[in-house]
């Protein structure tokens, strides 16, 4: 198990470099003089000429990605904003973890609330409850997750006063609107995936057995059913994280929430090109990290799956053998 | 000769199975409806996209007169959405058949020559599926510049991976085909048993897929223009209706109302559609 | 039937299980009366799909929810109907006192749960708090053939007849006194089938356990069985010891039966099948549900039930034309 970690971590190096890459490119064929971005349009030919030696723009593009890389690999330094000269390593800490909070209450309210409703959904097939939930989760998909923040803006905020509708002065509160506009697209999607896995595995001979052996019905479903479930849920947490992270950008816009998101988002329409690559990087680690222990969660839930993990560790030292 | 037969046969079998759905039609008719209503705006509406209506200055809650009411330019909503709906919805089906046919071509390359060719490819995936979507969709859209066109190839890039991961797979399975071995038996050069007689057999994902990719496109294309880089206000593309009229929330809620609506209502019934094909397609997933 | 006059362990009168399938009615079992007593062993015969694992599991009370219910009848277990329990006191008999061994071992065990803890689960279930269910699953496994510290290892670590053994040893882990076994061999190579079924055998003459087996394996049934109940279209149409039904069967469906056995001793060039098809359990025909199939059918099989006829020495055969058959066979 170890090794398979291992392994999947090495694997993520070339990932993590090709984004670097691909970025970075990216950036570079952005319209727009970085000089005179940071500069400002009243700069003369001069001080922007100044400028863009000093920032290695008149070296090749090979060179410059090369000095990026190596700055971020081997010393761990994102560069500087453009526009407030912050170092951008030590600004994203503290914009993370708030995306986490977000991503994290986000997941909790979907999964919390959508398995039980997928579950139940499941175990009165074709009566009311399967009805009323699958229409609520239909609906719940349909909503655009930046509609309902501000139709809860108008309500919550508006109407009633009770949450703010922007920044993070309030603490917790704060990230209640912004986790309930994005949990019902998340919910709604984790009841539907909960119901159609649920049914898959209700009917299974192995549900029989339990039943049989006397096993009380709500533990038929909790203990039996739904650890069989479980697989195709697990995938549908990760691609929900995955889009909390990316999409975490609107909603945090909507609230003025400052996280990776927001920095991101006002690095682009600043054209603070340094600020968008170290996000981007620092995103796409938290996303494959998170793939990664979704991979474990699928082991840890299925004894099967663990096998094969373990059996491709050794499938792989055969082949080294066989090379020697 | 027999495969075209089979073909018509599983057709008409999808048709009916989706015939008998209630939800999937009741998708179709909303979907056919709105793309009436949007194609045809002028017919439906006493308004111009442009014209001001300056009385609404005083009042633009909804009326008689304006039935969902003004916007902050004064601008008839209800007429708004109808044109907007003819960006959303074209933005939505254009970026999924320009990412539908890249993706097909990719993911069929890879699935088809597996081995190198396969590896190669799906490492790149692998390195652009690791930026999450949206954002790889902010980077492009900040690359290209904001815009019509350019929304719609941010969109299409970010949903390659998806398609071509979805077609590869099945590429996979239906290689092993027998028919496959007597068509190149028979000397079929390879874009043919590929396009011709493979493709044909692994498709039924992708049109599902594709169905509901238009509903999220749509939603996608909408937070795009929301945030200030898709399309730009006063073009009437719903996200940017939403964009705009968000500083009036407090007092004229009814403007950020209704073009959500038109997005949701959209998306729904995309999603019944979308969710009626699957089961047309695949009776095993239905229950 | 038996002739003691003390009640049968086991007595199911009329039993009478529907479900619902594509918005039709399938009438799995119509009207099954059966009693067997401890240390007995009842053999339900009959082909595929004629109700015998639906009767099985109408006893135990655990049909698939959807749509499937028992319509009628009683289902006596030492004089108590288990049809009118409550759930919660139904589930203390499932598992207890009477237990059952499923059909496929490959998909009879859950796949994520450590094949010692799916034992230990039964006996957790229904023993004293205290009771240390690990050692008890250990014997059990022990107790099957499987080394005790296999307890910790998963499913799919086993084979198909490791995984039968399983299956049997939660089914006997409470030392159950009624034992339903549905089709405990068919899913198994040939050669692990006799020492499965040995191992039933053995823990039954242990235990003294009432032992239902489902099967259509005629050979089981000559080995294993006192009496025997041939099942046709959830209808009982013969029921007898061994002997009777084996030496003197009477029905027409139960001689076809046989008739499409291979016989060791005789040169037959042809085996005998019954022509046509079971009936369609949404549609079935009136009168005997087998004179579409039967050769000696008149108009009065046609109509009404059939009622059965019992000799004296308890063989029942439930055929309006016995008289001229037996007499024909005779």
């Known amino acids: 198990m170890g090794r398979y970690i291992l392994k999947r971590l090495l694997w993520m190096i070339p990932i993590i470099l090709g984004v670097t890459i691909l970025v970075f490119a990216m950036m570079t064929v952005c319209p727009g003089d970085p000089a005179e971005i940071i500069l400002g349009s009243t700069a003369t030919q001069a001080d922007l000429a100044a400028k863009r030696t000093q920032l290695g723009l008149d070296q090749p593009f090979l060179v410059r990605l090369g000095k990026y890389m190596s700055d971020v690999f081997l010393r761990f ?93 309030a603490g917790l509160a704060s990230y ?53 479930a479980m697989i195709p849920i697990i995938t549908q947490m990760g691609t929900t994280f995955g889009r909390l992270l990316g999409g975490a950008m609107v909603i945090e816009t909507i609230f003025s929430l400052p996280g990776m998101g927001l920095y991101v988002i006002n690095a682009v329409n600043n054209r603070d090109y340094p600020v968008v690559q170290g996000g981007a990087i620092v995103l796409a680690i938290a996303f494959s990290l998170a793939m990664l222990l979704i991979d474990l969660l699928y082991a840890a839930v299925d004894p099967r799956i663990k096998a094969q993990y373990a059996s491709a560790k050794k499938g792989n030292a055969k082949k080294v053998k066989a090379n020697a | 000769m027999l495969k075209p037969v089979k073909k018509k046969s599983e057709f008409a079998r999808v048709m009916k199975q989706l015939a008998k759905n209630k939800l999937a039609i009741l998708g179709l008719i909303i979907l056919l409806a709105e793309i009436i209503l949007c194609a045809g705006a002028p017919l439906f509406t006493k308004y111009g996209v442009a014209e001001m209506d300056y009385m609404s200055f005083m009042d633009p809650t909804p009326s008689a007169e ?133 493709l044909p057999n692994c498709i039924s994902p992708i049109i599902v897929q ?78 | 039937m038996p002739e003691n006059q003390n009640m049968p362990f086991l007595s199911v009168k009329d039993l009478v299980t529907e479900y619902k399938s594509d918005g039709k009615i399938v009438h799995a079992v119509n009207g099954v009366s059966l009693t067997l007593d401890r240390g007995r062993t009842l053999g339900l015969v009959g082909e595929t799909g004629a109700g015998k694992t ?15 219910k028992i319509v009628g009848g009683q289902v006596l277990l030492d004089g108590r109907n288990l049809l009118d329990l409550p759930e919660h006191e139904m589930r203390k008999i499932r598992g207890n006192t009477i237990s059952m061994i499923f059909q496929d071992p490959m998909t009879a065990l859950n796949p994520v749960q450590r094949v010692g803890e799916q034992i230990a689960e039964v006996v957790k279930l229904h023993s004293d708090p205290g009771t240390d269910c690990e050692q008890r699953a250990k014997e059990m496994l022990e107790v099957v053939g499987i080394p005790a510290e296999r307890y910790y290892e998963y499913p799919h670590q086993f084979s198909g007849g490791m995984k039968q053994r399983v299956v049997i040893a939660i089914a006997l882990a409470c030392n159950p006194l009624l034992l339903l076994a549905d089709e405990p061999t068919t899913a198994l190579d040939v050669t692990i089938q006799a020492q499965v079924m040995d191992l039933i055998v053995d823990l039954q003459k242990k235990f003294q356990t ?52 291979p ?25 005997c549900p087998f004179h579409p199939r039967c050769k000696h059918a008149t108009d009065a099989c046609k109509h009404g039930p059939i009622a059965p006829v019992t000799t004296a020495d308890g063989h029942m055969c ?13």
């Open chain 1, 77 to 169: 330094d994102l560069g500087k904003s453009w526009i407030t000269g912050v170092s951008i390593s030590a600004s994203i800490p503290e914009r993370m973890s708030r995306t986490m909070i977000l991503a994290i209450v986000t997941l909790v309210i979907a999964f919390g609330l959508g398995i039980p409703l997928g579950i139940t959904a499941a175990t009165h097939q074709n009566k009311w409850q399967d009805s009323v939930s699958m229409v609520l989760a239909l609906i719940g998909v349909a909503i655009p997750n930046f509609w309902l923040a501000l139709l809860l803006i108008i309500l919550f905020s508006v109407k009633l006063g009770w949450l703010p509708a922007m920044g993070i002065e």
């Open chain 3, 318 to 330: 439930r055929c309006c034309r016995l008289d001229e058959i037996s007499k024909e066979a005779n």
């Open chain 2, 66 to 198: 304006h039935i969902f009411g003004c916007d902050s330019m004064g601008f008839d909503i209800y007429t708004r959405v109808l044109y907007g709906g003819r960006y959303s919805i074209t933005i939505g089906i254009a970026a999924i058949i320009i990412s539908a046919c890249i993706g097909i071509v990719i993911g069929s390359v890879a699935g088809y020559f597996g081995g190198q060719v396969d590896n190669v490819i799906m490492r790149l995936l692998d390195v652009i599926q690791a930026i999450p979507g949206m954002l790889l969709m902010i980077v492009i859209s900040a690359m290209l510049g904001p815009g019509f066109v350019n929304t719609i190839l941010a969109l299409s890039v970010s949903s390659i991976p998806g398609m071509a991961r979805m077609l590869r797979a099945n590429m996979m399975k239906e290689r092993g085909n027998e028919y496959i071995e007597a068509s190149q038996s028979i000397n079929c050069s390879k874009p043919r048993i590929i396009f011709i007689h493979l």
């Open chain 3, 263 to 287: 016989d060791m001793n005789e040169d037959e060039m042809w085996l005998h099948p019954i022509e046509g098809l079971p009936p369609d359990p949404t549609d079935l025909p009136e009168g």
């Open chain 1, 176 to 228: 209640i609107l912004p986790a309930l506009s994005n949990s019902a697209g998340a919910l709604a999607n984790a009841a539907r995936q909960t119901r159609s896995s649920m049914l898959d595995v209700i009917r299974a001979d192995y549900i029989t057995t339990a039943r049989a052996k006397g096993v009380p019905e709500r533990e038929v479903i909790t203990k039996h059913a739904l650890k069989n």
């Open chain 3, 54 to 68: 639906t009767i099985a599991k109408s006893i135990m009370r655990i049909l698939p929810d959807v749509g499937s």
């Open chain 3, 210 to 261: 009432a032992l239902l087996l489902i099967t259509h394996d005629m050979g089981v049934v000559a080995t294993v069985c006192d009496d025997v109940a041939v099942i046709y279209a959830g209808h009982i149409v013969e029921f007898g010891s061994k002997e009777q039904i084996f030496d003197h069967p009477t029905h027409p469906y139960t001689i076809g039966l046989f008739g499409a056995i």
């Open chain 2, 210 to 287: 594709a169905t509901m990719g238009v509903a999220q496109t749509i939603t996608l294309a909408a937070s795009l223009s929301f945030i200030g880089l898709g399309v730009q206000p006063p073009t009437p593309e719903w996200g940017a209706m939403l964009s705009a009229s968000r500083a009036y929330i407090r007092q004229y809620p009814h403007m950020v109302i209704f073009p959500g609506l038109a997005i949701a209502v959209t998306v729904l019934a995309l999603n019944l559609l979308g969710d009626g094909l699957r089961d047309a397609l695949d009776p095993k997933l239905k229950n």
